[in-house]
């Protein structure tokens, strides 16, 4: 499992978001995107998925360009921005809506993803009853719940206690073997620790960093 990031620019009218960037990414390994609201790294992540067409250059996910049929690529899962969900049913049936397209997954499997993201105690509350935080977790869940290959999660940790942060961490590294996950943050150190590979994005410019 690969995805590849060849010469990738992204425009919008005047605006030239991303400016050509060039990434490998392969599977075993945590990626981090950090750099300030604004610098590009969630409309890259919505170009993996397959939500954006570059204006010029591609994404191979192993060697498929996706944008090409603006197809979303498979066994990939993304939290991408704000948490969208049903408002008016439970955090519980908001996952199990989603698991129904596929039916990969069965109830057990939804509740102790829940029981991992710390959200089990409030799954039968009603999304708008939900604070930021546990927004969030339910947004992290929803990546989590099918184990894909790809798991992109878009600035998740805002408004999550520490404790769930830290149980987070000690998960995702423990699945990462034949994974590709990218994680997203304005805060490096936040996510330091669990990266194996950084790459900070300024003005539309990506640079792997040292860390």
Same mark, same amino acid.
């Not at 499992?1 to 620019?9: D, F, G, K, R």
């Not at 075993?28 to 609201?37: A, E, L, R, T």
């Not at 955090?91 to 039916?103: R, S, T």
């Given at each position: 499992?690969?995805?590849?990031?060849?010469?990738?620019?992204k425009q919008f009218k005047d605006t030239l978001v991303l400016k050509d960037i060039n990434l490998k990414l392969k599977e075993? %390994?945590? *990626?981090?995107?950090?750099?300030? !609201?604004g610098s590009g790294k969630s409309v890259l992540l919505k170009i993996i998925c397959a939500f954006y067409i570059p204006t010029?250059?591609?994404?191979?996910?192993?060697?498929?360009?996706?944008?090409?049929?603006?197809?979303?690529?498979?066994?990939?899962?993304?939290?991408?921005?704000?948490?969208?969900? =049903?408002?008016?049913?439970?955090?519980?049936?908001?996952? %199990?809506?989603? /698991? !129904? +397209?596929?039916? =990969?997954?069965?109830?057990?499997?939804?509740?102790?993803?829940?029981?991992?993201?710390?959200?089990?105690?409030?799954?039968?509350? @009603?999304?708008?009853? *939900?604070?930021?935080?546990?927004?969030?977790?339910?947004?992290? /869940?929803?990546?989590?719940?099918?184990?894909? &290959?790809?798991?992109? =999660?878009?600035?998740?940790? !805002?408004? +999550?206690?520490? @404790?769930? %942060?830290? &149980?987070?961490?000690? *998960? =995702?590294?423990? +699945? %990462? &073997?034949?994974k590709i996950i990218i994680i997203s943050s304005h805060i490096f150190e936040e996510i330091q620790k669990v990266c194996d590979?950084?790459? *900070?994005?300024?003005?539309?410019?990506?640079?792997? @960093?040292?860390?």
């Open positions: 499992m690969e995805i590849i990031v060849n010469n990738l620019s075993g %390994k945590i *990626y981090g995107f950090v750099g300030p !609201n010029c250059g591609e994404v191979l996910i192993n060697g498929v360009n996706y944008n090409n049929g603006n197809d979303f690529p498979p066994n990939l899962r993304a939290f991408i921005e704000k948490p969208s969900f =049903l408002p008016d049913i439970s955090g519980f049936e908001n996952l %199990k809506l989603l /698991a !129904n +397209i596929q039916n =990969l997954i069965d109830e057990d499997q939804i509740n102790n993803t829940l029981k991992l993201v710390n959200l089990y105690d409030d799954k039968d509350k @009603k999304f708008h009853e *939900y604070s930021m935080g546990m927004k969030q977790k339910l947004g992290v /869940a929803s990546v989590l719940m099918e184990d894909p &290959k790809i798991m992109i =999660l878009d600035e998740p940790f !805002n408004g +999550i206690d520490d @404790k769930s %942060k830290e &149980k987070l961490f000690d *998960y =995702l590294l423990k +699945i %990462k &073997k034949n590979e950084v790459y *900070y994005f300024d003005n539309g410019t990506c640079k792997k @960093k040292v860390i």
